[in-house]
């Protein structure tokens, strides 16, 4: 087991012989874990524990993740996954600096972005019939997009035709999603309606993944390539979570379509805020676990990729990672990806 999710009010934790010791109030007995086998914690409720439970997490590499469930973009990643090569740094610093290949990567990394939305609204498709000229336009929408990409030589320009896709993509998926959860756009502060709340915490929990690969790798997870350096944020992490966005909202999206979450599991705080409930978090957070692996090893590739192409400073296309069996799945719609 790689995750552990604690949403138990008053839950303590502490570090015994190399083993996670968790105290639940009102339990005999409590549970421990080997340190060795975690690599995320996430806690999203108030629990107590000590700066010694933090070094250790450190000294074993393990990335903890702190959510308010009742403030809406309250968050805090803790991580212990640091890598020594500064050398990889540099190589990061220097490659950002060459407004050419900062360029190239941004494009190359929007193109991703609009080829995963692509894919995402073509399994939609093959679903909804009765949607059949929503998406047809979205689609159409999109290859126009990916297409003038290639006369675009700035970052400005880059993120005009990322922001017109996200457009064309998100109304398609307003109209795909479930009409009971009244999810109109895409609305992240706060989240207005149950779709956007999950949304929400899953991209958070997902940005996580990608911080800790970042580190991992020892490249700085605050200077990006598409997103430009603004104090506090990871924008090379928010990079690497435009290539997953669109799984994500699969996701999510399946979730509701199979009735693995409802409206009763969510809640309104106040009429502009809605979050996922106690008993929703329950079910949504083992259902995470079990997706979280396919993330966490495609933001390591993508982070490898980056590697790669900073070693080089050749313009490497991005699309390569279509080749990882773990990104490429649906052999079905080759044929329309291929005139794409």
């Known amino acids: 087991m790689e995750s552990l999710f604690i949403d138990r009010k008053d839950t303590t934790m502490d570090v015994q012989s190399s083993r996670l010791i968790i105290r639940i109030q009102g339990q005999p007995r409590p549970t421990s874990f080997p340190l060795n086998q975690l690599k995320f914690i996430v806690v999203s409720s108030y629990i107590n524990l000590s700066s010694?439970?933090?070094?250790?997490?450190?000294?074993?590499?393990?990335?903890?993740?702190?959510?308010?469930?009742?403030?809406?973009?309250?968050?805090?990643?803790?991580?212990?996954?640091r890598h020594g090569h500064v050398e990889r740094r540099l190589l990061q610093y220097k490659a950002q600096l060459d407004e050419v290949h900062r360029v190239e990567?941004?494009?190359?990394?929007?193109?991703?972005?609009?080829?995963?939305?692509?894919?995402?609204?073509?399994?939609?498709?093959?679903?909804?019939?009765d949607l059949r000229y929503t998406i047809k336009t979205a689609l159409s929408q999109l290859r126009e997009r990916k297409r003038s990409l290639q006369s675009v030589y700035s970052l400005e320009s880059i993120r005009g035709i990322e922001g017109a896709a996200a457009s064309a993509y998100f109304n398609a998926l307003t109209q795909i999603a479930p009409t009971e959860f009244g999810f109109k756009k895409r609305q992240r502060r706060p989240p207005k309606d149950p779709i956007n709340a999950l949304l929400s915490l899953t991209y958070t929990l997902a940005h996580s993944e990608a911080v800790r690969a970042i580190i991992g790798y020892g490249f700085d997870p605050t200077l990006g390539f598409l997103h430009d350096i603004s104090y506090g944020r990871e924008s090379l992490a928010c990079d690497v979570m435009e290539v997953l966005r669109a799984d994500i909202d699969s996701w999510v999206m399946k979730l509701l379509l199979e009735g693995y979450l409802k409206k009763s599991h969510?809640?309104?705080?106040?009429?502009?805020?809605?979050?996922?409930?106690?008993?929703?978090?329950?079910?949504?957070?083992p259902l995470y676990q079990s997706q979280s692996y396919r993330w966490r090893k495609r933001c390591r590739h993508l982070v490898k990729l980056g590697l790669h192409l900073s070693k080089l400073k050749i313009n490497a296309p991005l699309d390569a990672i279509n080749n990882d069996e773990h990104i490429t799945q649906d052999h079905t719609d080759e044929t329309e990806i291929i005139d794409f």
């Open 52 to 81: 010694r439970v933090l070094l250790a997490f450190d000294k074993a590499g393990i990335t903890l993740v702190l959510i308010n469930p009742r403030q809406n973009g309250s968050w805090l990643i803790c991580n212990g996954n």
């Open 105 to 129: 990567m941004a494009k190359q990394l929007v193109s991703y972005k609009i080829l995963t939305q692509y894919r995402a609204l073509l399994r939609h498709g093959r679903r909804r019939k």
């Open 266 to 285: 969510f809640q309104y705080p106040d009429e502009e805020r809605c979050i996922l409930n106690k008993e929703g978090r329950a079910i949504f957070y």
